[in-house]
């Protein structure tokens, strides 16, 4: 099992630009997170996925949309990227939402110039 | 929304001491609360979790303590080795299901 992944490693992008980060994962999982990671403020939640048909919106939603592709897969877009966006992204999967443990993906290095 | 505060952000402790990390959080209605381990570029992973029916759960070296009274948990590590040198998050999931993290502690184990 290779558990969460997570395309791409590191992406530099200009303002204005859009991109997709993708994830998938291989464990069955039902439900599937986005976070983002800026220094000294822990990791925030942007967007979920209780389920596969379904997502909502975390903590810090603006300027991000998700896709649930399928069950396996749960992809994140910027529209149009703004400094503010540079941050370190990790996709997460857990088997249902409630009391369960979150696996994480190695994360993506995103700057916005 | 769910409220988790961590402290201390930094923590430096002699090799083979013990070190604790506390958070407190806010919504009564929480019932998970995991701790992770953050390696310097690496993904945060699971080290130990407790659910709200429990009041201490240990695995070797590492516990974690409950008081739902009191709203706060925290995470104790004995015998401390240098590689239990990391970050450390602790995180609430909430009564809306989503999981809130702490600011992290920078834990160092000095040899």
């Known amino acids: 099992n290779a558990g969460v992944t997570q395309t791409p490693k590191f992406q530099v992008l200009k303002t204005g630009q859009s991109m997709t980060l993708q994830c998938a994962q291989d464990?069955?999982?039902?439900?599937m997170y986005w976070y983002r990671q800026d220094p000294g403020m822990g990791l925030r939640l942007i967007y979920y996925s209780a389920s596969e048909g379904t997502t909502d919106k975390g903590e810090v939603p603006n300027g991000y949309n998700v896709s649930r592709l399928n069950k396996r897969e749960f992809s994140l877009r910027l529209e149009s990227a703004a400094p503010s966006q540079t941050s370190v992204y990790f996709c997460?999967?857990?088997?249902?939402?409630?009391?369960?443990?979150?696996?994480f993906g190695p994360g993506t290095r995103l700057t916005v110039l | 929304g769910e409220n988790v505060e961590q402290h201390p952000s930094t923590l430096s402790v002699q090799e083979g001491d013990s070190a604790v990390i506390k958070c407190t959080y806010s919504d009564s209605a929480s019932n998970y609360f995991p701790w992770y381990k953050q390696e310097l570029g690496k993904r945060p992973q699971l080290i130990i979790d407790i659910r709200s029916n429990v009041g201490e759960k240990k695995d070797q070296r590492i516990a974690v303590t409950l008081n739902k009274t009191a709203k706060h948990f925290s995470l104790h590590i004995t015998e401390t080795q240098p590689e239990d040198s990391a970050v450390y998050f602790c995180?609430?999931?909430?009564?809306?299901?989503?999981?809130?993290f702490g600011t992290g502690t920078r834990l160092t184990i000095i040899p």
């Open positions: 464990m069955n999982h039902n439900s």
């Open positions: 997460a999967s857990s088997p249902r939402s409630g009391p369960n443990t979150q696996y």
């Open positions: 995180a609430a999931k909430g009564g809306n299901e989503k999981l809130t």
